[in-house]
């Protein structure tokens, strides 16, 4: 029988946890030939999320829960869950039940028929706001523009992984993450089925304009380098226009004289050219942070407690995948 491991990314989700583990469980219940697995992440909430899971642990044998030290993120708090299931395929789903259960025995259904990942695609964004909704479609359009891996649109981290998916997205240990576009990247038989946004059960989003844009950035800069590509082209489209430009004045200062006057064009030259100057500063700035965090090599996520023990190391020990990598270099080290 398969296993399935639902993993839940929790923040703050107090009010909420417990409807959503009585109502996945009322699907679950329908769907006989799999074996259910939950695991939560406890992203370092401040409320009562921890012994809430601590409860439904100890309620519900299927129940299993890893609390990180402090909050890092929904991103890397779904890599967490990936590392730590155990299983033959995985559902990802927000705790604040936007994402309905119901379509859990649908998603098995498609994986079974042999696709690897089956993404919910939102059908609307009515659900979104005039402004929000415009933005986002904008932003789509310019990375799908940008970037070589075709990102999906609207598709959101509600979806069935395949294990294959699984052990791939584990191996990517980059710290600037972007998950959206790393399922992306992994390809694998993809399948996409409608669904809508449910509006939250409870509690508030912890998504306001200023994190979706960083959240956007981070896709354009993590998936792109097509902003310092535009930078240098525009660096020698102006410096083309300059050349022209300089030519014109001097072979003008030959034939007039050199009566001084220009005060304004020289202004605006210098304030435009000095805006293009720090824009492409920032670009570059933004791609050299990403290099400065991932030369670190930090751990993406530091456990604190799994499954009602304190946990005496941070990590998890080595997934299996990375194990066996380990062992072939220690082999192929012993070799040389
Ligand atoms: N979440 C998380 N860590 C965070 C922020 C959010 O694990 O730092 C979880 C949150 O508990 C929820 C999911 O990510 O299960 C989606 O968050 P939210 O509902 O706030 O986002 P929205 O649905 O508005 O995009
Ligand atoms: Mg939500």
Redesign the pocket.
């Known amino acids: 029988m398969d296993t399935i491991a639902i993993i839940?990314?929790?923040?703050n989700?107090q009010e909420v946890l417990e409807q959503f583990h009585r109502r996945t469980e009322e699907v679950l219940a329908g769907i006989r030939d799999c074996r259910f697995r939950y695991v939560f992440?406890n992203?370092g909430s401040r409320d009562g999320t921890l012994p809430i899971l601590r409860r439904l642990a100890e309620e519900d044998y299927k129940v299993s829960y890893i609390s990180f030290s402090r909050?890092f993120?929904?991103e890397a708090?779904m890599l967490a869950g990936m590392d730590y299931a155990e299983c033959d395929a995985a559902v990802i789903m927000?705790?604040?039940l936007?994402h309905p259960p119901e379509m859990i025995p649908e998603m098995i259904g498609w994986w079974r028929k042999g696709y690897d990942d089956v993404c919910a695609k939102r059908a609307d964004r009515k659900d979104e706001g005039f402004i929000k909704r415009h933005l986002t479609n904008f932003f789509y359009k310019l990375l799908q523009k940008c970037s070589r891996t075709a990102i999906q649109r609207n598709v959101g981290d509600f979806r069935l992984l395949d294990r294959r998916c699984l052990s791939a997205l584990r191996l990517m240990r980059e710290s600037e993450r972007y998950t959206k576009g790393l399922f992306t990247w992994v390809g694998f038989k993809k399948k996409e089925i409608p669904f809508h946004v449910q509006p939250?059960a409870a509690g508030k989003?912890?998504?306001n304009y200023w994190s979706l844009m960083n959240l956007a950035l981070e896709g354009l800069t993590s998936f792109t380098t097509a902003p310092l590509r535009l930078a240098s082209m525009f660096g020698v489209l102006v410096s083309f226009a300059a050349i022209l430009y300089m030519l014109y004045v001097f072979i003008r200062a030959m034939i007039y004289g050199d009566p001084v006057a220009g005060y304004p064009t020289l202004l605006t030259v210098m304030l435009c050219l000095g805006g293009v100057q720090l824009l492409a500063l920032g670009i570059i700035g933004e791609y050299l942070g990403r290099v400065f965090n991932e030369s670190k090599h930090r751990p993406l996520y530091l456990v604190d407690e799994w499954n009602g023990r304190k946990m005496e190391y941070v990590l998890k020990p080595v997934p299996e995948e990375r194990r066996v990598e380990t062992h072939e270099k220690e082999i192929n080290d012993e070799n040389d």
């Open positions: 839940v990314p929790c923040y989700e992440v992203d909050n993120g929904k708090a927000d705790a604040d936007q939250r989003t912890t998504w």
